[in-house]
């Protein structure tokens, strides 16, 4: 088991209690003569591709020389097609099959599934209990990305990248956020096409960007609502201004991540590939 100073990162995504099914050894990528031999001059070059690529996860140095062969790597937007390239992990973008890559250690991102009850924030003059008391002390200087309404559960984003927290919370970059409520009464057949087209609220229009009706049974419906709106119980007052009254909401995605076998309550660092995957959307 691989063991980590305290004011390290660790690289593998973690999992609480819970999180059962996250956290999976990997076989590190053996050293290469070449690369242990590396003096300062050469060092200051940057570190081989498919050796960063093995650190990071993608798969052992063997099989990236075999993707960097098949053209599946890209490097600030330009697929690499030759061994032996040297790349800066800070500061060039490296992608694979066109999903970026993650390389930073300093900033962290994690995936929370909260409960109800709990309040989004990282701490409480009222000492209510928040998420700030579920992460602790994983990393300095983490924060929400967004917010859920205390009595709503699922997926809330944790992370110390600021800039990627600003941007996937902003309206203007118009993250989709996918959610499962559970309603009470039958959901009316052109409620869809009503629902995107765009219902007026007191504080002006939503639009979904889908709606689809998962389940019904004995007057209960559970519905699947994507849209990319962040204003306050907006789902909630959107069923109800069209007779569905929500007593259950779980947010089950944001953008490209998901909650998959994730536990009420626990958490789990999100992989390089899905940080990239974020960063991608936003811009970064």
């Known amino acids: 088991m691989n063991t980590a100073r305290p004011d390290q990162v660790p690289d593998e995504p973690l999992t609480t209690d819970g999180g059962e099914g996250w956290s999976e050894d990997m076989e590190l990528a053996p050293v290469h003569p070449r690369d242990q031999a590396a003096g300062p001059a050469e060092e200051r070059q940057g570190e081989r591709l498919q050796k960063v690529l093995a650190r990071a996860g993608v798969a052992s140095r063997r099989v990236c020389e075999d993707m960097i062969e098949q053209g599946r790597i890209s490097v600030n937007g330009a697929v690499v097609t030759v061994q032996g390239m040297r790349v800066d992990p800070l500061r060039d973008r490296i992608a694979v099959d066109g999903a970026r890559l993650e390389l930073r250690d300093d900033r962290v991102t ?161 992989t390089r590939q899905e940080v990239g995957a974020l960063k991608e959307l936003v811009g970064l």
């Open 110 to 270: 994690y995936a929370l599934n909260k409960p109800a009850g709990v309040i989004t924030a990282m701490s409480d003059d009222r000492a209510r209990p928040t998420v700030g008391d579920m992460v602790g002390d994983l990393a300095p200087g983490l924060v929400h990305v967004g917010r859920l309404d205390q009595d709503t559960e699922g997926l809330l984003l944790i992370t110390n990248d600021g800039e990627l927290a600003h941007r996937l919370a902003h309206p203007s970059y118009e993250v989709r956020k996918t959610y499962l409520a559970q309603v009470s009464g039958s959901v009316p057949r052109d409620l869809a096409r009503r629902l995107r087209a765009g219902i007026e609220l007191d504080d002006g229009p939503v639009a979904v960007d889908s709606f689809t009706v998962v389940d019904t049974h004995a007057g209960q419906s559970v519905v699947e609502v994507v849209l990319h709106e962040g204003r306050k119980h907006i789902v909630r007052r959107l069923l109800a201004e069209v007779g569905l009254p929500v007593s259950r909401l779980t947010r089950t995605s944001v953008g490209p991540v998901s909650l998959q076998r994730m536990r009420v309550g626990s958490i789990r660092r999100l």
